[in-house]
């Protein structure tokens, strides 16, 4: 397969290289997190020449004697090199019976420098400080972006790349299938056999049915705001008898595995977090199009989707804001800086631009708006809001809102 440099993910692997954390790289299964590692053994090898590295991968039968988390230690102690730098790399690390025994023993050795990936459901995020003593840095890891995806495909127009984009969406593994046909066939594969069913296995889901509908139900309703009881009648009404406790759980463990990403929301004029009313977007709204079909594209809704996970991938907190009862699409925060950004396929009509910017006209504060559409225009500036072009900002070519 190509591989393409990921450069903020290298860039953040690399500020860690060297510190006492446990490196974990997580995201969605097929997202690249593999490939990433083996690119950035290579920037090490070259950097460093006299590196040990230490490289396990569990996908791979030549280490099957180390499934037992003795022997994987074991392994990593005999490779040691005394005044090296050394490094470990295991990929799908929760294949090792005990596993966190043993990075836990080597982290407490304080001879390697350690990165380790594995399967979402089981090195979740929320789980990492239960399962190793020591500190960990976490680098998520996410789809391909718009400016990766035409990095891999070697296209230099923002509109063709979009429009490409748009139905291929960033799950890499898929490019190397030549029509779409089979794209969806992968990627839909991709969310059965791996994503679902590490779910099911790791919280010991009987009903596959139920976690099915749900996932599928979140799918087609990207975006949309919806009280856990109102998605459960829905369901219920379709066919499907669920509680909202038992969805909520399912949801839960969805956007644990990374396929889903929960968006709360936010009160514009009072400041302030509301504790019902969230958002759901897909990792990559591939996803959508290879379970749902591609009958229905809503343009809207997935261009939203692609703008929530690209301030997701450049370190942006993401909120739907809320203000006197009008919505703006998202409120995004980093490091005391705030967004305001709405987000539409076609505002050329007078009205419908007027819809998009009136509720950010009615915020007070000085924090900068934006408006995102797919103008295919450079930026133009209306009473300090300013209007940009989905395809440039995806690409990074606007200078707005970078990493």
């Known amino acids: 397969m190509k591989l393409i440099y990921r450069t903020a993910y290298m860039n953040k692997l690399a500020s860690a290289m060297g510190t006492p954390d446990i490196k974990v790289i997580t995201g969605i299964r097929r997202c690249g997190k593999s490939k990433l590692l083996e690119a950035f053994a290579d920037q ?34 005999k490779h040691f090199v005394e005044g090296c730098n050394n490094v470990v790399i295991i990929d799908e690390v929760q ?14 050795s304080e001879k390697y420098d350690i990165y380790i990936t594995g399967s979402n459901a089981f090195l979740l995020s929320n789980d990492l400080s239960t399962l190793f003593t020591g500190r960990t840095f976490e680098v998520e890891v996410f789809p391909f972006s718009l400016a990766e995806f035409a990095q891999y495909h070697e296209i230099t127009s923002p509109d063709e790349a979009l429009t490409r984009y748009l139905r291929e969406g960033g799950m890499p593994g898929s490019y190397l299938y030549p029509d779409e046909r089979a794209r969806f066939v992968y990627i839909s594969d991709v969310l059965d056999t791996l994503v679902l069913r590490d779910v099911r296995q790791k919280y010991r889901i009987r009903n596959a049915e139920q976690l099915k509908r749900t996932c599928e139900f979140l799918m087609d309703n990207v975006g ?30 969805l956007c644990d595995a990374f396929a889903f990403y929960r968006v709360r929301r936010f009160d514009v004029a009072g400041k302030k977090y509301l504790s019902t009313g969230d958002k759901y977007y897909l990792a990559d709204h591939s996803f959508r199009y290879a379970k749902l079909g591609t009958r229905r594209l809503d343009f809207g809704r997935i261009y939203e989707n692609m703008v929530a996970i690209e301030l997701m991938r450049r370190g942006w907190e993401v909120y739907v804001g809320v203000l006197y009862q009008k919505e703006v699409d998202f409120v995004a925060a980093k490091q005391g800086q705030r967004l305001y950004i709405q987000v539409s396929d076609d505002i050329s009509q007078e009205s419908t631009f007027e819809r998009e910017i009136t509720p950010l006209r009615k915020i007070r504060d000085a924090y900068p708006k934006a408006i995102i559409a797919k103008t295919g225009h450079e930026t133009t500036d209306w009473d300090g809001i300013k209007v940009i072009d989905l395809g440039r900002w995806l690409m990074g070519q606007t200078g707005e809102f970078d990493a």
């Open 224 to 253: 949309n705001i919806s009280s856990l009881k109102s998605m459960a009648a829905t369901l219920s009404q379709a066919g499907l008898k669920i509680n909202d406790k038992t969805l909520a759980a399912y949801i839960d463990h």
């Open 95 to 108: 294949m090792c019976e005990g596993f966190e025994k043993a990075i836990n023993s080597l982290h407490a």
């Open 44 to 77: 090490i090898r070259a950097s460093f020449p006299t590196a040990n590295i230490i490289r396990i991968n569990f996908n791979l039968l030549e280490f099957e004697p180390l499934m037992q988390y003795r022997a994987l230690h074991d392994y990593v102690e």
